[in-house]
């Protein structure tokens, strides 16, 4: 049983310590929060299942997450499916392609309804020297709501990056 602020404190504590605890090519690269935030106490289950292939010049991670929060106050619950699939291949030593898709269903929340999400993503990185990258990035999402007059997303996005090290 907690309230929305603990959950966000435990999942940022459980990304600490698996940044501490694994390899560097293993470490996850970013703090995310899954699932949707309230204000209220809930009884809170939840279950991750991850799984990950690193080889030579490959790497493939597969994971699934599951939440379902009965809250106490207004008694509407909460639940929620996410899975994702990123695979990575070393195609020289100094370039690295970065492919992902990624699934979410809500299938009931107080505040958002039910909704479905899905993309993909891919990445290519240059390593110019030791301490300079260069990298371009595609992301496709699409989602919609499930609810009558619920609206439908999608979103492009292509981004650049310079990184320099010091």
């Given at each position: 049983?907690?309230?929305?602020?603990?959950?966000?404190?435990?999942?940022?504590?459980?990304?600490?310590?698996?940044?501490?605890?694994?390899?560097?090519?293993?470490?996850?690269?970013?703090?995310?929060?899954?699932?949707?935030?309230?204000?209220?106490?809930?009884?809170?289950?939840?279950?991750?299942?991850?799984?990950?292939?690193?080889?030579?010049?490959?790497?493939?991670?597969?994971?699934?997450?599951?939440?379902?929060?009965?809250?106490?106050?207004?008694?509407?619950?909460?639940?929620?499916?996410?899975?994702?699939?990123?695979?990575?291949?070393?195609?020289?030593?100094?370039?690295?392609?970065?492919?992902?898709?990624?699934?979410?269903?809500?299938?009931e929340s107080?505040?958002?309804g039910a909704?479905?999400?899905?993309?993909?993503?891919?990445?290519?990185?240059?390593?110019?020297?030791?301490r300079t990258?260069?990298?371009?990035?595609?992301?496709?999402?699409?989602?919609?709501?499930?609810?009558?007059?619920?609206?439908?997303?999608?979103?492009?996005?292509?981004?650049?990056?310079?990184?320099?090290?010091?």
């Amino acid at each position: 049983i907690q309230p929305g602020q603990l959950a966000v404190a435990r999942s940022f504590r459980e990304f600490v310590q698996r940044s501490a605890q694994l390899q560097l090519p293993n470490a996850p690269t970013g703090f995310t929060f899954d699932g949707n935030l309230y204000g209220e106490t809930s009884v809170y289950r939840s279950g991750e299942l991850r799984a990950l292939y690193t080889g030579a010049t490959d790497s493939l991670t597969a994971s699934g997450s599951w939440t379902n929060r009965t809250f106490l106050r207004s008694g509407g619950r909460d639940r929620t499916f996410i899975g994702q699939v990123d695979y990575t291949r070393r195609l020289r030593p100094d370039l690295t392609l970065s492919l992902g898709t990624h699934y979410a269903h809500t299938y009931e929340s107080l505040l958002y309804g039910a909704s479905k999400t899905h993309g993909f993503s891919g990445r290519l990185a240059y390593r110019i020297n030791p301490r300079t990258e260069f990298d371009t990035r595609f992301d496709r999402t699409k989602s919609r709501q499930l609810f009558p007059g619920g609206e439908r997303i999608a979103e492009n996005a292509v981004s650049i990056g310079f990184r320099r090290s010091f």
